[in-house]
């Protein structure tokens, strides 16, 4: 809700760079920033079959292309939405602290990345974060406020205690696999010692809502009664949590 706020009152022109494997999350986009009353975006799609994500040039090159046509496009973006890995996104970020072209009113969000602002490699001080955001769909694993980010440090350190010397990073990619851990344990809880495959779903959808913490995912339900129902704009229907977090 916040950044739709600041969008609405920051960002005239909104730019999606995406890879052309993500068009049902573009049309989700799209349709989200309408329902805003906030204009049509430009729609940059990404070839990936031109780049090799296992070299570091090639990475580098397509963020520099991304980088660029935020700059040369005619119809200038304040807001910059990219669909892209973790290497993509920070390679974006360190090409943009140091191209002059940036300016205080532009805006860009990473959607989806395992990284804050604060942990992109040009440093956490640096004056122009502050116009870079992340958008993540669990609380940062920090966060003091989150019971669920709470009890997930303190199930990391019980790991780590009993996997020494071994130690195991708490980011957001170990905060998504405690997620779909702990769903999966709520969900066979409830199956009654029943754990085929027919009797687990239809107690996912029997259950509909699973509360975990301070977050509840769902509503789950058999058959699409959503509105998005188009090939290019799939049913959110068991999306799973309906909350995004935004650094």
């Known amino acids: 809700v916040d950044y739709s706020l600041h969008s609405r009152s920051a960002c005239k022109q909104f730019l999606i760079a995406a890879g052309d494997k993500d068009v049902g999350n573009v049309a989700r986009m799209r349709e989200s920033l309408g329902e805003l009353g906030l204009p049509e975006p430009i729609i940059y799609d990404i070839l990936e079959s031109e780049y090799d994500m296992r070299s570091d040039a090639s990475i580098t090159a397509l963020a520099a292309r991304i980088v660029e046509m935020f700059f040369t496009n005619e119809r200038k973006p304040q807001c910059v939405f990219i669909l892209h890995n973790d290497e993509v996104i920070s390679e974006a970020v360190r090409l943009l602290m140091s191209d002059?072209?940036?300016?205080?009113?532009?805006?860009?969000?990473?959607?989806?990345?395992?990284?804050?602002?604060?942990?992109?490699?040009?440093?956490?001080?640096?004056?122009?974060?502050?116009?870079?955001?992340?958008?993540?769909?669990?609380?940062?694993?920090?966060?003091?406020?989150?019971?669920?980010?709470?009890?997930?440090?303190?199930?990391?350190?019980?790991?780590?205690?009993?996997?020494?010397?071994?130690?195991?990073?708490?980011?957001?990619?170990?905060?998504?696999?405690?997620?779909?851990?702990?769903?999966?344990?709520?969900t066979l809880r409830r199956c009654?010692?029943?754990?085929?495959?027919?009797?687990?779903?239809?107690?996912?959808?029997?259950?509909?809502?699973?509360?975990?913490?301070?977050?509840?995912?769902?509503?789950?339900?058999?058959?699409?009664?959503?509105?998005?129902?188009?090939?290019?704009?799939?049913?959110?229907?068991?999306?799973?949590?309906?909350?995004?977090?935004?650094?």
């Open 100 to 186: 002059s072209r940036f300016i205080e009113t532009d805006q860009f969000v990473f959607i989806p990345s395992t990284g804050t602002p604060s942990s992109f490699p040009v440093g956490a001080g640096h004056p122009r974060l502050r116009n870079i955001y992340t958008v993540q769909s669990v609380p940062n694993p920090d966060d003091a406020e989150s019971l669920l980010s709470a009890n997930f440090r303190s199930a990391m350190a019980s790991l780590n205690a009993a996997s020494a010397p071994t130690v195991y990073t708490a980011d957001y990619q170990a905060l998504h696999a405690y997620l779909s851990t702990r769903l999966a344990v709520e």
């Open 192 to 247: 009654n010692g029943n754990f085929s495959r027919a009797n687990v779903l239809a107690t996912v959808y029997n259950t509909r809502f699973f509360p975990i913490d301070d977050m509840v995912f769902g509503p789950y339900g058999d058959g699409c009664k959503g509105t998005r129902t188009s090939a290019t704009g799939p049913c959110t229907c068991n999306s799973g949590a309906r909350k995004l977090f935004v650094e």
